[in-house]
Every structure is written in C-alpha cells, then in structure tokens.
C-alpha cells in the first residue's frame, strides 16, 4: 500500500521547536514536489510549505517565513519540516502531500495526503 505518515508533531510553549517528518512507503518521492499543510478548528486546510522534486525550489506562506524551513533527503524518501519560535497560532493538524507537478502551494494541486500530526502551542 502507498503510505505518507506524519510524525514529529506534539505540544510545545511559545517560542519552542518542533521537526516533523513526513515518510514515504511503497513509492519513492523522488519525482514529486511535496507539500506541508495544515488545518486548523474550524478553518480552511492551508498550505504552509512546499518543495519542489529535486528540493532546488521552495515557498512558504506568509506567516511562517523566517521560522519554518522545510527541505527533503530523497535517498531517506523523507520530506521535513523545521519550525522555530512557534506561536500559538501554528496550532493545526500538519499534513504532507505529492504532487506530479511543481507549481503554487494549494491544496487541490496536491493528489494525495497523509494523516496528519498535531502540533499543539501552548503556554
């Protein structure tokens, strides 16, 4: 079966750092740009970074520039997200996602998602 499971995710104070990993099995990721997103209670899922196949591009929203990075290690077939001095408002389920195409950080240009980890922020 093809599998993208999230991991790394958990409760941290403000100002604090998580790494979450995204794990690919059954396929490589070599080929496919992939995306980080998230959704928070009660908004719309929004992309927070994305990475093109061969990692020599990358976007960020907004508000997470400067905090987060995310990169990849395709001989690993693992896609990472670094975030620091996190903020209450990062709190959100974090989903990684493919793609067969590089191209804007939306959700309906990624094919298919994993299940998500819970980042939570909180004092």
């Known amino acids: 079966q093809l599998q993208l499971v999230e991991s790394g995710g958990g409760l941290v104070q403000p100002g604090g750092s998580l790494r979450l990993s995204c794990a690919a099995s059954g396929f490589t990721l070599d080929y496919y740009a992939i995306g980080w997103f998230r959704q928070a209670p009660g908004k719309e899922r929004e992309g927070v970074s994305c990475?093109?196949?061969?990692?020599?591009?990358?976007n960020y929203v907004d508000s997470v520039k400067g905090r987060f990075t995310i990169s990849r290690d395709n001989a690993k077939n693992t896609v990472y997200l670094q975030m620091n001095s996190l903020k209450p408002e990062d709190t959100a389920v974090y989903y990684c996602a493919v793609s067969r195409i590089w191209g804007l950080c939306l959700v309906p240009l990624y094919n298919y998602w994993g299940q998500g980890t819970q980042v939570t922020v909180s004092s």
């Open positions: 990475i093109s196949s061969t990692g020599g591009s990358t």
